[in-house]
């Protein structure tokens, strides 16, 4: 009998076949990142153009319901009434528990004050060193593998002793080389690789939402 996560693989093969050769990969990230948060961890997470949305995307899918129901605990819920009658019971009604993503891509201030002061290379480094510790998880995001970004906070984050994620194309570069694991869409051309990418961290958002809080 296959296990719910392998259901939810199989059912990601079903509706696009030509992952069905990833699907041991696309498992073993998914225990890198269920292992993460159940370590009070956090994922971190970088791309370039569209990987940079898929980076925002996917930090918003853990960071509230993705397909069901995530109430807060009861406790916190009664102490949000007490402390504030007139605002807490909506924020008890309406507050979701959230999977912490912080999508690297999306802190402007920061980022472009150190792309004009330092390195514009090594944006994502300086976040990473300033964002990791212990327990978190690096996921970075390139169709060619070898975005010179990506790979340095892929080094920082080794350094850190940061488990590495690699979601690339199919050739997987530099990245699938030095990351824990590397998914590697089995794709080539940038728009093809990125259509692919989109329905495999849909599964993962599926299988954490399922793993931490139920089917609601």
């Given at each position: 009998m296959k296990s719910g996560l392998e259901k939810h693989v199989e059912a990601l093969a079903?509706?696009?076949?030509?992952?069905?050769?990833?699907?041991?990969?696309?498992?073993?990230?998914?225990?890198?990142?269920?292992?993460?948060?159940?370590?009070?961890?956090?994922?971190l997470i970088a791309g370039n153009g569209g990987s940079a949305a898929d980076s925002e995307h996917m930090a918003g899918e853990l960071m509230k319901r993705f397909r069901f129901p995530r109430p807060m605990p009861e406790e916190l819920a009664e102490r949000l009434r007490e402390i504030d009658?007139?605002?807490?019971?909506?924020?008890?009604?309406?507050?979701?528990?959230?999977?912490?993503?912080?999508?690297?891509?999306?802190?402007?201030?920061?980022?472009?004050?150190?792309?004009?002061?330092?390195?514009?290379?090594?944006?994502?480094?300086?976040?990473?060193?300033?964002?990791g510790r212990a327990g978190?998880?690096?996921?970075?995001?390139?169709?060619?593998?070898?975005?010179?970004?990506i790979l340095n906070a892929a080094a920082v984050a080794r350094a850190l002793g940061i488990p590495v994620i690699g979601l690339t194309g199919r050739k997987g570069g530099e990245l699938a080389e030095i990351a824990d694991v590397a998914?590697?869409?089995?794709?080539?051309?940038?728009?093809?690789?990125?259509?692919?990418?989109?329905?495999?961290?849909?599964?993962?958002?599926?299988?954490?939402?399922?793993?931490?809080?139920?089917?609601?």
């Open positions: 079903a509706r696009y076949p030509e992952l069905s050769e990833i699907r041991q990969p696309i498992l073993e990230a998914y225990r890198v990142m269920e292992a993460c948060y159940e370590r009070d961890g956090k994922l009658p007139k605002r807490g019971p909506g924020l008890a009604r309406n507050l979701e528990r959230g999977l912490m993503a912080i999508p690297l891509v999306a802190h402007e201030a920061l980022t472009t004050a150190y792309i004009n002061d330092v390195d514009a290379l090594g944006v994502f480094a300086q976040q990473l060193y300033g964002f978190d998880v690096f996921l970075g995001i390139s169709t060619s593998g070898n975005a010179e970004n998914v590697k869409a089995p794709a080539d051309e940038t728009y093809r690789v990125q259509e692919l990418h989109l329905p495999i961290y849909h599964c993962w958002c599926m299988m954490l939402e399922e793993r931490f809080f139920g089917k609601g």
